[in-house]
C-alpha cells in the first residue's frame, strides 16, 4: 500500500523566516513520482512540483526547494524568506503503477506579519 | 484556456435526493479525476478515467458513479445523498498517454457540498 505523511499538522512563521515542510512517503514501487501542491486560502490546488523516483537532484525554483532523498523516503520542501502570500495548506502526493494518486493529509502554513 | 471548470460551486442537498457535478476541460487532457476532500484533509480519490469511455473506481467510489462519453466532459453522479457526503469536490485533469499517471494535475476550483 502506499502512504503518504505529513507530520507536521500546522506551522507558523513570522515573515522572511525559512521554512521546511516535510513529506515521508511509502510505497513498494520502484518507480513512482512525488508531488507538491498548494491550496491558498482561496480553496484551488496549484501545481508545484514534479519528482520522479529516478532523478535525486534537489530543485530550487526562486525561494522554492525541494530535497529528495530516496534512502530516507522523503520529499521536503523549503521555503525561504517566506512571505505573507505563502501562507496555504500544502500537499505532498505520490503515485506509482497503481495509478492511485495518494494525497498526504496536509501542512497549514501561516506566515505573519 | 478555461482550464477545469466545474458547476455548481456550492450545492445544499437534502438526505436521499440526488445530483450530478459538472466537470468540463479544455486541455484536451486524456486522464480525469474526481477526488473529495474533507474538512482539515487532504484528498481522496473517488473515480478516474483515462479517455472517453473508460473509467475505473479508486479509493472511495461508494455512493458515486461516473460517465465519460467526451474527452471534455466527467460528471460525477451522487445517487441517494448521505451527510457523510458533505465535503468538497475536485475535479482534476492531466496529460499523458501511457498507462502511468506520472503528470500534474490541474484542478478545478470545487464545488461545496453540503447533505443534511
Known amino acids: 500500500a502506499q502512504k503518504v505523511t505529513q507530520a507536521q499538522t500546522e506551522i507558523s512563521v513570522v515573515e522572511k523566516e525559512d521554512v521546511t515542510l516535510d513529506c515521508v512517503y511509502e510505497?513498494?514501487?520502484?518507480?513512482?513520482?512525488l508531488f507538491w501542491y498548494k491550496q491558498p486560502p482561496s480553496g484551488e490546488l496549484v501545481f508545484l512540483i514534479r519528482?520522479?523516483?529516478?532523478?535525486?537532484q534537489n530543485e530550487i525554483s526562486g525561494r522554492y526547494s525541494w530535497n529528495f532523498q530516496k534512502s530516507t523516503s522523503s520529499f521536503n520542501f523549503t521555503i525561504t524568506a517566506s512571505q505573507v502570500v505563502d501562507s496555504a495548506v500544502y500537499f505532498c502526493?505520490?503515485?506509482?503503477?497503481?495509478?492511485?494518486?495518494?494525497f498526504g493529509p496536509g501542512t497549514r502554513l501561516s506566515v505573519l506579519p | 484556456n478555461a482550464g477545469v471548470t466545474q458547476t455548481p460551486k456550492f450545492r445544499i442537498l437534502k438526505i436521499g435526493q440526488s445530483m450530478t457535478l459538472q466537470c468540463t476541460q479544455d486541455?484536451?487532457?486524456?486522464?480525469m479525476y474526481w477526488y473529495r476532500q474533507d474538512p482539515g484533509m487532504g484528498l481522496k480519490l473517488i473515480y478516474y478515467?483515462?479517455?472517453?469511455?473508460?473509467?475505473d473506481k479508486g479509493e472511495v467510489p461508494n455512493g458515486y458513479n461516473v460517465s465519460r462519453s467526451t474527452t471534455e466532459d466527467f460528471p460525477l453522479r451522487l445517487e441517494l445523498a448521505a451527510p457523510s457526503q458533505t465535503s468538497v469536490y475536485f475535479c482534476?485533469?492531466?496529460?499523458?498517454?501511457?498507462?502511468?499517471?506520472?503528470?500534474?494535475?490541474?484542478f478545478g476550483p470545487g464545488t461545496r457540498l453540503t447533505v443534511t
Open positions: 482534476a485533469s492531466s496529460a499523458g498517454t501511457s498507462g502511468f499517471f506520472s503528470y500534474e494535475q490541474y
Open positions: 478515467s483515462v479517455g472517453a469511455g473508460i473509467t
Open positions: 510505497t513498494r514501487d520502484t518507480t513512482y513520482y
Open positions: 486541455m484536451n487532457h486524456n486522464y
Open positions: 502526493a505520490l503515485v506509482g503503477r497503481g495509478q492511485n494518486f495518494v
Open positions: 519528482r520522479n523516483s529516478f532523478d535525486e
